[in-house]
């Protein structure tokens, strides 16, 4: 039966409270009166730890803005009694990187919309393209602090590259669920993206106020002062981005699921007011094992089939990356904004019923996360070749951190801003999940499954033919 009936008593309920609609339409992309629409949530278990991660937030957000005012203005004092720190020099490269930051995501996710395909596939090669250009440009500069994240840089964008083209063939399937899933994209969306961009923009100019103090005096303790602003900023952005998808994946979930969409201030303020705690847990686990689950793929692939002992444990993570994933996925936050669930709950919830539905290889062959991923790669790596040259110029010394600084805001304001295709490709994969034969659904899915079946029986039979001619030919020998 369909997660829609099963959690009747407890799903997001629309009503109006007029005596002529007593109950929501069923139209599709019908909207109801914003001012008439009331949201009702049922309590959830695990409120203990969404409320401490919540808390944990709020209380870390708090401490970070304290220590980036007293860095700043502790770090303009210091400018001005000394002259090792040149702050016309150091900040006007990177707040420039920002504002790129934010125009670039901006029409990036209004490309998405418009054109999804030559998005996608602009995002699978200028990402690898473009971090090669930030590992070149970092190699040029010349100095030891530049080297590791040199190679780091170049390593990537090779990998990168060959993982654009042995992926290339499921192009196709991707942008079909692409555009099918952000069609139609809900009212004032794009108010909200520019609107969380902007604050993004700000929030991110902040962070360099702080990064730019502690770096003014250059102390040990300003070392790792810096490392803690940039976690700071890298869980905050994931906070955001996860607010962001959570609001867009349950106003679509709704649409595909009902034929009800519910209006999208509504929902954010929903997300906020009783969402958030799911948010924070899963902003700070998704990450994490997504790179454990993403590692053991990559193991798993080099090692094939082999019985080296380099190798010996590589099923065993392979099987932890599988497991692991069941606990936390990005396909949770669907059901954790729509049914007000704890976020490791409604991971469970989505994936059995993604593996009772047998869409596990469907699931595995979306490109749409590495689409976003490789979309903020790009952008990073774009203002991190507008801020760097810059230095260069200016002032080399400067060149390598100021580059690093500009392609992690690059990077996570992208993502931020490619929240929303996420979300909605999340809301349709798991509303088609709970009911496939709903005619609101076409054929795209029920035939990459035949698509990905006939190639896993062609698989095996070469598998076959290949172990059958070994024998032979050992047979042939002896």
Not at 23 to 28: H, K
Not at 300 to 315: H, V
Request: net charge neutral.
């Amino acid at each position: 039966m369909a997660r829609i009936d099963e959690f009747a008593p407890q799903m997001v309920q629309l009503h109006t409270q007029t005596q002529d609609h007593p109950l929501p339409s069923t139209t599709p992309f019908k909207i109801q009166e914003p001012n008439n629409t009331q949201f009702q949530i049922q309590p959830a278990r695990g409120l203990f730890f969404r409320k401490l991660f919540r808390n944990l937030f709020y209380i870390h957000f708090f401490l970070i803005t304290i220590l980036v005012i007293v860095l700043t203005i502790r770090g303009l004092i210091s400018a001005a009694t000394n002259h090792h720190f040149r702050p016309l020099e150091w900040f006007p490269p990177l707040l420039a990187s920002t504002a790129c930051a934010g125009i670039f995501s901006f029409a990036w996710q209004s490309f998405t919309l418009c054109n999804p395909s030559r998005t996608l596939k602009a995002a699978f090669w200028l990402g690898p393209l473009l971090t090669c250009a930030v590992g070149i440009f970092l190699v040029s500069i010349g100095s030891s602090r530049s080297l590791a994240p040199a190679v780091i840089a170049l390593v990537s964008s090779i990998v990168l590259s060959l993982y654009s083209c042995w992926v290339s063939p499921q192009f196709d399937h991707t942008i079909k669920v692409l555009s099918i899933s952000t069609a139609f994209p809900p009212p004032r969306t794009t108010v909200l993206v520019v609107l969380t961009i902007i604050s993004c923009t700000l929030y991110s100019s902040f962070m360099v106020a702080g990064i730019g103090g502690a770096t003014a005096t250059g102390t040990v303790f300003d070392s790792i002062f810096i490392l803690v602003l940039l976690l700071s900023l890298a869980w905050t952005m994931q906070v955001i981005k996860y607010t962001l998808q959570v609001t867009i994946s349950r106003v679509k979930y709704m649409n595909f699921a009902s034929g009800t969409e519910l209006d999208i201030n509504v929902a954010f303020r929903d997300t906020l007011k009783h969402s958030l705690g799911s948010i924070c847990v899963g902003s700070a686990l998704v990450p994490i094992l997504g790179l454990i689950q993403g590692s053991a793929r990559a193991l798993s692939l080099i090692s094939g089939d082999t019985d080296e002992f380099l190798f010996s444990c590589a099923n065993c993570y392979s099987g932890v990356g599988s497991r692991l994933i069941t606990y936390a996925n990005r396909w949770g936050f669907v059901y954790a904004g729509a049914y007000n669930m704890g976020f490791v709950q409604a991971s469970i919830d989505t994936w059995e019923m993604f593996r009772r539905g047998g869409l596990e290889q469907v699931i595995d062959s979306d490109l749409t996360s590495s689409f976003c991923f490789l979309s903020g790669m790009a952008s990073g790596a774009v203002c991190a070749l507008l801020g760097g040259p810059w230095c260069l110029v200016v002032h080399k010394g400067y060149a390598a951190e100021i580059s690093i600084y500009a392609y992690l805001i690059g990077y996570f304001m992208c993502r931020v801003a490619m929240a929303w295709p996420q979300a909605c490709v999340s809301a349709y994969l798991v509303a088609y999940a709970e009911n496939p034969q709903h005619p609101r659904f076409d054929s795209t899915i029920p035939v990459r499954i035949q698509e990905l079946q006939r190639s896993r029986t062609q698989t095996s039979q070469i598998t076959h033919f290949t172990d059958h001619l070994a024998e032979a030919e050992a047979t042939i020998s002896h």
